[in-house]
């Protein structure tokens, strides 16, 4: 059977869709293989967000070419979005697929393959039988059945336009899936036996914006609350995490919401503060301040007094300053965060930051984003260390020995590896696998960030 490789870059959206397009090759025949050596399709899903983005995607493609000559490389997502014309002539690659185009991916691949012409029709009306969900550009992925954690993404695109964030012009504008849609794509997982349910989109906070009508991010109805409502309704649901949220998406509504079902709904925060000075908040576009970032941490904080608050931060950005990077660094420390991740900036063609002069040194701010890295280190070890000796509840995602040892997450977002106490028999593991979680008492840190822990 003919094989296929994806390589997903970026964001959790992005591998979202690398999914999905991996459950339309199986249904039309093809097998995914984790070796692209042995494919003979190879999607390369890019990234756009920064240059250093699109510039990774572009050595994958020289690199898959050096190494699989024959196969059919194909550049889909952000990059191939906004750079298709350009792409388009590379010779490198045989096929560029845009956003806008990406639910065709398959049958485009087909029609590409030098094929026999029975074999081609046969693939091809496989792939047009797909029975996924699709609602413009959005779409379910119906391929992580065997995975301990799914994916549901509920909505795609961004109308904000930050000034360094190339999305809304690579993604376009915030797109909704329907709520009943999504409860029906969640049934089904559950019903699967799916340990954790991941809500996921590109800003998630605008859910149901595109739906019409006056449209409140804050308050019930057609929102993200609306849609959460409908969710925590479903019998059986073990685990909902939320990705990525922006501060003033989050209400006290939403918050009395989500505590109220603390048994299902993991307490931890993803929430973006890029800088922590007001004036490169301005500069960026983002629509609050670093007084009100701190406000939103202490507001969660009142409701889930332990969650694991984890956040973005861009460095070097155009003008930022010294003055403005120790402003970054005060915020994170006052705000005790559990986790950073820090983003060098990088200028990204097409953004309105791109025409801003780059007056920042590349040694300053390499050195200012291993200053950040450092200090989420030691911010996570910290978070961290409150929670030994205690016992909690872990899901199991993989197996790391034959000796039943494997690797968790908690609730509140902590990496476990499990030793087994007493000697666990294989098929006791891989009912563990299967999504459910067990109690683990949390002994100590091992090295990068992972908690050893033993069965209670
Ligand atoms: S909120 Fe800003 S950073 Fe996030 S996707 Fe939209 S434009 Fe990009």
Known sequence: MMKVHIKNLGCKANTFD??????????????????????????????????NAGKEALYFVRRYRRNAPDSLIILAGCLSQIEETSLKEKNEIDLVVPNTQKSDLVRLAIEKLELGTQQKQEYLARASRDNLSTDGDVFFDQSLSLRTRAFVKVQDGCDS??????????????????????????????????GEIV????????????????FNPTSAGKGLLGLLEEILKVDGLKRLRLSSLEINEVSRDLLELLSKNKEVFCDHFHLPLQSGSDRVLKMMKRIYSAGTFQECVALVRTFFSEANIGTDVIVGFPGETEKDFNETMAVLESAEIGYAHVFPYSK?????????????????????AEILRHMSREMHQKYARCFLGRSFPVLWEQDVDDEGRRLGKTRNYLTVAGEASVHVPRRTTSRLMAGSETQIKLEKMLQHDVILG???
């Open 348 to 368: 990204r063609p097409g953004t309105e930051a791109s025409k801003l002069p780059q007056d920042v040194k590349q040694a300053d701010l390499k050195g200012r």
């Open 161 to 194: 336009f930050c000034s360094y964030c190339i999305v809304p012009y690579s993604r376009g504008r915030s797109l909704s899936v329907p709520r009943g849609l999504i409860v029906d794509e969640i049934k089904r997982l559950v019903g699967q036996n799916i």
């Open 18 to 51: 690398g999914h999905a397009i991996a459950g339309r090759f199986v249904r039309a025949g093809f097998v995914m293989t984790e070796d692209p050596a042995l494919a003979k399709i190879i999607v390369i899903n890019s990234c756009a967000v920064t240059q």
């Open 454 to 456: 033993y069965f209670d």
């Open 199 to 214: 809500l996921t989109g590109i800003h998630i906070g605008n859910y149901g914006k595109d739906f019409g009508g006056d």
